[in-house]
């Protein structure tokens, strides 16, 4: 199994630029969740599916951040405008549910964001 | 207050010693809790997982769950210099809330 794929791995753009990220969870996975780190704020849950279909976006720090999960094996999280607060590492996990509270979520590497 | 904290390191441990990590959290309705952790540059992976009472043991990691005192804990024993990480705590209900981690270090 491939994991949980991202792209790109890093990105530098300018304030104002459109920026684009991506996930492919792992085959089969039923839920997908989109993570910011920072060093000044850890890791923020920013939202998560279900099935394709968002389930709590409470996380998305505001209008210029969206979500996208058009099927099961692909999510976007888009950034427009950028700017440079926004600079992180942005995660992607996804995980299965088996009607287990253990269910474990396997991350992406991460995609680094520099907003200058 | 936020939902789950750790104590805030960083943690220096000379090699073959017990780290102590340690975490608490707020929701008293919380089910199930994680250990995490992360490599510098890397992603979060999973070292254990607790949601009963007591001690759960995995080769040199234990993990300690007291729900009354809302409070998990993560032993590394015979730590070694690979164990230098940041270990993240988190919550689990559905979505995962995590703490801010601690920086251990293991000092050959």
């Known amino acids: 199994d491939a994991g949980v794929i991202q792209s790109p791995r890093h990105e530098v753009t300018e304030m104002g630029q459109e920026v684009t990220l991506r996930c492919k969870p792992i085959s089969g996975h039923d839920y997908l969740f989109w993570y910011r780190q920072t060093m000044m704020r850890g890791l923020e849950l920013l939202i998560y599916f279900n099935n394709n279909v968002p389930i709590d976006d409470s996380g998305m720090p505001e209008d210029r951040f969206s979500a996208k999960m058009p099927n099961a094996s692909f999510s976007t999280l888009k950034i427009q405008p950028s700017e440079p607060r926004d600079s992180a590492v942005y995660f992607c996990?996804?995980?299965?549910?088996?009607?287990?509270?253990?269910?474990?979520?396997?991350f992406g590497p991460g995609t680094r964001l520099t907003v200058l | 207050q936020k939902e789950v904290e750790q104590n805030s390191g960083p943690l220096s441990v000379p090699e073959g010693a017990i780290a102590s990590l340690n975490c608490t959290y707020s929701?008293?309705?919380?089910?199930?809790f994680f250990w995490y952790r992360q490599y510098s540059g890397k992603s979060p992976e999973l070292i254990m997982f607790i949601y009963s009472n007591g001690d759960k043991e995995d080769g040199r990691f234990t993990a300690q769950l007291n729900k009354a005192s809302q409070y998990v804990s993560l032993l590394i024993r015979d730590s070694q210099p690979s164990d230098s990480a940041t270990y993240l705590c988190a919550v689990n209900d559905y979505k995962l809330s995590f703490g801010a981690g601690t920086t251990v270090t293991v000092r050959a």
């Open positions: 996990a996804s995980k299965q549910d088996g009607g287990d509270r253990t269910d474990t979520q396997y």
């Open positions: 929701d008293r309705g919380s089910q199930s």
